[in-house]
């Protein structure tokens, strides 16, 4: 392992991105954050499998899909990933996925009814 340039170029790669997010706002992190997970989990051609996508949901994005399994348009959408798994998502399919969900979430619902004091 010790002088792998795969290695050493994924290490400058992440060091550069820590580097680079220190002058940007949360939004920016958020959605490069985002950026970087989907980059992660697609294949080389940049898709994302719809197995992965739902795995991502359910791991990454929990907190925002608990409570949604009886609404249908969620389970519309799950059923979705589960059917055609020969298609796969690219970047922009998958953000309009994770905003879809977002926007029904109770996570969201909750988040609306906090006032924030500045």
């Keep these: 392992m010790e002088g792998d340039p795969n290695i050493c170029a994924d290490i400058s790669l992440h060091i ?15 959605i490069a954050t985002t950026a970087l997970i989907f980059r992660n989990s697609s294949d080389s051609d940049g898709k994302l499998e719809k197995a992965t996508a739902k795995d ?10 608990e409570g949604q399994e009886t609404k249908p348009k969620y389970r ?27 926007v029904m979430s ?4 909750n988040i609306w009814s ?4 500045k």
């Design 76 to 102: 519309e959408i799950l059923s979705e990933l589960d059917e055609h798994t020969e298609n796969k998502l690219d970047f922009e399919d998958f953000m309009i996925l994770l905003l879809s969900i977002t």
């Design 106 to 109: 109770d996570l969201l619902q």
């Design 56 to 65: 991502l949901l359910q791991t990454q994005f929990g907190n925002f899909t």
């Design 114 to 117: 906090v006032k924030i004091m």
């Design 16 to 30: 550069s991105y820590l580097l680079a997010l220190r002058k940007c706002s949360d939004l920016e992190k958020a």
